[in-house]
Antibody
Framework: QVTLRESGPALVKPTQTLTLTCTFSGFSLTTTGLSVSWVRQPPGEALEWLALIDWDDDKFYSTSLESRLTISKDTSKNQVVLSMTNMDPVDTATYFC??????????????WGQGTMVTVSS | QSALTQPASVSGSPGQSITISCTGTSSDVGRYDLVSWYQQHPGKAPKLLIYEDTKRPSGVSNRFSGSKSGKTASLTISGLQAEDEANYYC??????????FGIGTDVTVL
């Protein structure tokens, strides 16, 4: 069974750096064609794609947030980590991690974690 | 990349068909056959409905279908059911493994 689960702080202060971890099971990010993305959703608003890391350790970022984001993976732990610097109240959102498989459904997010809510407030 | 344009809301009666549009640009929807659609119920994670413009993953009801013409993709829900009441998002590849979502459409079953 393939699952993804996000974890991280529920509350961060403005200007702090947010670090989120996606822990997954049922697949390996060493498998060709697989990748994991981060997507966020402010309360009552739309989904926003943030970043992607693939099996080959290639990394891609949203052009509007690229300067603040860093994505990495630890294949031994089946984890993908997202860091976002200089957090602001507008970054308050539910953050999801999602898998993409070129074998199952190319360029689509076929499996999602349940999301973790992050509030930015002093 | 700017969010793809979707109608804020669409409604229909049970059994009817509705269509949700998703308009992008020549750099995303119009350039790649890589539009996907997601259903999201309140407080839940999104669920993949359609990928590569028109393809349905196994396990997704054939009441959901996708199409595309130029810079506009569409999701049609036929035989509308109460359980279809949710938010729907389109997403497109926008080049160099960058992705852009639509603003979302709230579907109401009357």
């Amino acid at each position: 069974q393939v699952t993804l689960r996000e974890s991280g702080p529920a509350l961060v202060k403005p200007t702090q750096t947010l670090t989120l971890t996606c822990t997954f099971s049922g697949f390996s990010l060493t498998t060709t064609g697989l990748s994991v993305s981060w997507v966020r959703q402010p309360p009552g608003e739309a989904l926003e794609w943030l970043a992607l890391i693939d099996w080959d350790d290639d990394k891609f970022y949203s052009t509007s947030l690229e300067s603040r984001l860093t994505i990495s993976k630890d294949t031994s732990k089946n984890q993908v980590v997202l860091s976002m610097t200089n957090m602001d109240p507008v970054d308050t959102a539910t953050y999801f991690c999602a898998r993409m498989s070129e074998y199952n459904s190319p360029d689509a997010f076929d499996l999602w974690g349940q999301g973790t809510m992050v509030t930015v407030s002093s | 990349q700017s969010a793809l344009t979707q109608p804020a809301s669409v409604s229909g009666s049970p059994g009817q068909s509705i269509t949700i549009s998703c308009t992008g640009t020549s750099s995303d929807v119009g350039r790649y056959d890589l539009v996907s659609w997601y259903q999201q119920h309140p407080g839940k994670a999104p669920k993949l409905l359609i990928y590569e413009d028109t393809k349905r993953p196994s396990g997704v009801s054939n009441r959901f279908s996708g199409s595309k013409s130029g810079k506009t993709a569409s999701l049609t829900i036929s035989g509308l059911q109460a359980e279809d009441e949710a938010n729907y998002y389109c997403c497109s590849h926008a080049g160099n493994n960058v992705y852009v979502f639509g603003i979302g459409t709230d579907v109401t079953v009357l």
